[in-house]
């Protein structure tokens, strides 16, 4: 897929209310969440303005925050 067909993909799940989640699968500790803040600038960049987290059981909205 190329670079602004998946911009354009990204933005079409933003319009059409997809929920999207930030996660790691890492193979060693120090690496979980390598480029979290990263993914959530771009997110934020492309109109999400959540993400789904999971917590206590259940899937939760929280809002986009960037680290500075």
Do not use: M
Not at 36 to 42: D, G, K, Y
Not at 43 to 50: E, N, V
Not at 61 to 68: H, K, L, N
Request: glycine fraction near 4%.
């Amino acid at each position: 897929q190329s670079r602004s067909s998946a911009a354009s993909d990204v933005y079409k799940r933003q319009e059409l209310g997809v929920r999207v989640q930030v996660n790691s699968d890492a193979h060693y500790p120090e690496r979980i969440n390598n480029a979290r803040a990263e993914a959530l600038a771009a997110l934020k960049k492309a109109g999400f303005t959540s993400v789904v987290e999971w917590h206590d059981r259940k899937w939760e909205d929280t809002g986009i925050s960037v680290p500075r």
